[in-house]
């Protein structure tokens, strides 16, 4: 299993200008979820979804847009990049009952964005 | 909403010391904590979690210990090595039946291993 990956790896934007973060997963798991990480600071959650068809707002969602056509995609849309989008964003996925019923997350390597 | 925090932001310590890292959260109802491991260009990586009716876990040179009462759990890495050197991040769910998991993390804790 490849597990969790994400393209591309590093991207730059110049303002206003949109972008699509690509997530793939080939687990089976129902769960997914974006993540972005600014320096210094720890994971926020910017969008999850539990199937494909149903995603849900995180902490911060504005300036993101997702879907969730197929079990395994979860891309994530920038329409209009601005400077404080600049980050890394990680995608990871869970099963929707693990072992134990611990639904353990595994992330993506991530993809680093810088918005000019 | 939960809010988690993390301490120390920084930790160096010496091959073969052990290294603490404490977090506290602010939801009661929070049922989840995973240890996450981070290296450089890379995604975070579990290392090790613990559910909230357990006190202790062990897993090999690393343990975590959650007391629920005072709303903390700590990470403990036993005979630390170069590898161990990273960021690692602890971080809270409440883990339900049919909903998903969304994790708050602490802001991160940077270990230093020195030879």
């Known amino acids: 299993n490849a597990g969790v990956t994400q393209t591309p790896k590093f991207r730059i934007l110049k303002i206003g200008q949109s972008m699509t973060l690509q997530c793939a997963q080939d687990m089976n798991h129902n769960y997914m979820y974006w993540y972005r990480q600014d320096p210094g600071m720890g994971l926020k959650l910017i969008y999850y979804s539990v199937g494909a068809g149903i995603t849900d707002k995180g902490e911060v969602p504005n300036g993101y847009n997702v879907s969730r056509s197929t079990t395994e995609d979860f891309p994530l849309r920038l329409e209009l990049a601005a400077p404080s989008q600049t980050s890394v964003y990680f995608c990871?996925?869970?099963?929707?009952?693990?072992?134990?019923?611990?639904?353990?997350?595994?992330f993506g390597p991530g993809t680093r964005l810088l918005v000019l | 909403g939960e809010n988690v925090e993390q301490h120390p932001s920084t930790l160096s310590v010496q091959e073969g010391d052990s290294a603490v890292i404490k977090c506290t959260y602010s939801?009661?109802?929070?049922?989840?904590f995973p240890w996450y491991k981070q290296e450089l260009g890379k995604g975070p990586q579990l290392i090790i979690d613990?559910?909230?009716?357990?006190g202790e876990k062990k897993d090999q040179r690393i343990a975590v210990t959650l007391n629920k009462t005072a709303k903390h759990f700590s990470l403990h890495i036993t005979e630390t090595q170069p590898e161990d050197s990273a960021v690692y991040f602890c971080?809270?769910?409440?883990?339900?039946?049919?909903?998903?998991?969304?994790?708050?993390f602490g802001t991160g804790t940077r270990l230093q291993v020195t030879l």
């Open positions: 939801d009661s109802a929070s049922n989840y």
């Open positions: 613990i559910r909230s009716n357990v």
């Open positions: 990871a996925s869970s099963s929707r009952s693990g072992l134990a019923g611990v639904k353990t997350q595994y």
């Open positions: 971080a809270a769910t409440i883990q339900g039946t049919g909903t998903a998991s969304k994790l708050t």
